[in-house]
């Protein structure tokens, strides 16, 4: 039966080379790869900007309803590795959402930063465009960039039955 001492020296080694393998295989990663899986991927970079509100029924399910934001102000910027977001030189585009909360903009494929100001308020979100995503029926009422009641930015679509 092995001594305790050699057993412990084991587990040490097993996890100095799991922890070794997970060091590797993170340095092989770009450093932006990480950060591009939280971004949201559209077929074209357009939608209602609305204010969201969840609530819970007694049923325990959650209903949401949305207000659209008229004359909201929307600007898009390129996002460029090392620089901030939101920088004035990398700015692509500006509009304001119309009277049913619609705006869009016609960029190539890549990724941006989409920032909304809303009154005094500035919700921004790293968005993806790639029109292969969209399919032949894609809309761009189906995208809704929602802001939550607790200030957080997100993209939210419309699903379709036929």
Known sequence: MPKRTDVSKVLILAAALLMSGRALGQQNKSPEADSDERWHTVARICGKVAYVHRKQSKDGSWRETFKGIHK???????????????????????TVSGPLSGFGFKVKDGTYWLLATVGAAEYRMPVRQDKKVGGDDFLCTDNYFAITEDGKFQLTGTVRVD
Do not use: S, T
């Open 72 to 94: 909201a102000r929307l600007r898009l910027f390129r996002r460029e590795p090392g620089v901030d977001c939101c920088n004035a030189d990398a700015l692509v585009g500006e």
